[in-house]
């Protein structure tokens, strides 16, 4: 399985941006399906954005479609989260995931994970 390391997060106040990053190694990048996963405290894991493999198809959770854009570079085996406009509910631990396989929005669809990057928006 690929491993993952996240990057990037970090504190921000209410409309400022941030770029996650996401490094994968060990596996063959572009088999893989990513996705960007958040947790608030105190609440459920939930789906925020995925990416197919071919990089063509692209999948938001509402609360941040129009605000958020996730990429792929396969030539640095990198996975990327734009994050614009940002809200203090946008405040969680981002997760990056990877499945070898066509993306899904359940935390059970991923079977590798990053150690999760910290973003707080301030109000």
């Known amino acids: 399985q690929v491993q993952l390391v996240e990057s990037g997060g970090g504190l921000v106040q209410a409309g400022g941006s941030l770029r996650l990053s996401c490094a994968a190694s060990?596996?063959?990048?572009?088999?893989?399906?990513m996705c960007w996963f958040r947790q608030a405290p105190g609440k459920e894991r939930e789906f925020v954005a995925a990416?197919?493999?071919?990089?063509?198809?692209?999948y938001y959770a509402d609360s941040v479609k129009g605000r958020f854009t996730i990429s792929r570079d396969n030539a640095k085996n990198s996975a990327y989260l734009q994050m614009n406009s940002l809200k203090p509910e946008d405040t969680a631990v981002y997760y990056c995931?990877?499945?070898?396989?066509?993306?899904?929005?359940?935390?059970?669809?991923?079977?590798?994970w990053g150690q999760g990057t910290q973003v707080t928006v301030s109000s």
């Open positions: 995931a990877a499945v070898k396989s066509e993306p899904g929005t359940k935390p059970a669809d991923y079977n590798s």
């Open positions: 060990g596996g063959a990048f572009s088999s893989y399906s």
């Open positions: 990416l197919s493999r071919s990089g063509y198809s692209t």
